[in-house]
């Protein structure tokens, strides 16, 4: 499935869910029109790809797979981590810290349990409300042989059914983009009342620049 991100409000949605209006495709969050990229990135996507046109009945075939779709999971909780972090700051100012706390994170089990550090349950809770119960499960057995090979402990010729492998993918995607969407649209709502806190700022300061124009005006008035 395609999915796209919309470059407008950051939220992502699969092909199916943008609206077509007199030719232009249109988010339904912001209304915006034909501002979208592909998502995820053409990394990501790259390493799904390679591993869809693999052949499947290959004698290395298990490995393989599970090293590549292992290495595009982990960089979409990466991704995720990130903008779970970053919330409400800005980048210039704690990108490095948060660059930092995900290089003192490394692995893939201590980066599930950042994600519970940082949002509202654990990945595996966060991903059954997602509709998808049996995604983490998945990850797991992929996992577990992609460490195996990586350890050397084992051979080609180890058996993953291409059929998990498309359920993943499908499942990551599904999962992944919710996940965005969920902890980006509270950033979203963030960035609507600091506008609205920054609007009120610059009233006021105004009205303080027109007061003093004013005491000078009256002051000037009474010297004459």
Known sequence: MIYHLCTECDQIEPDSEWIIEWGNKTCKHCRASNKYELWPSTEIRELFETIQKYN?????YGLVSSVFISAALELLLERLLFKMAIKNLLYDEVGH????????NQGRSKRLQLYKRLGYGSFEKEAKESGYSHFLKHWNEIAKIRNKSVHGDIKEG???KSSLVESTISESLAVFSRLYNKYNTESIRYDVATESKRNLAKDLE???TWK????????LDADD
């Open 212 to 219: 003093k124009q004013v005491v000078r005006d009256i002051d």
């Open 206 to 208: 105004r009205l303080k």
């Open 56 to 60: 499947s009945e290959s004698f290395e």
């Open 97 to 104: 810290l948060i660059e930092y706390l995900l290089d003192s």
């Open 158 to 160: 180890t058996k993953l």
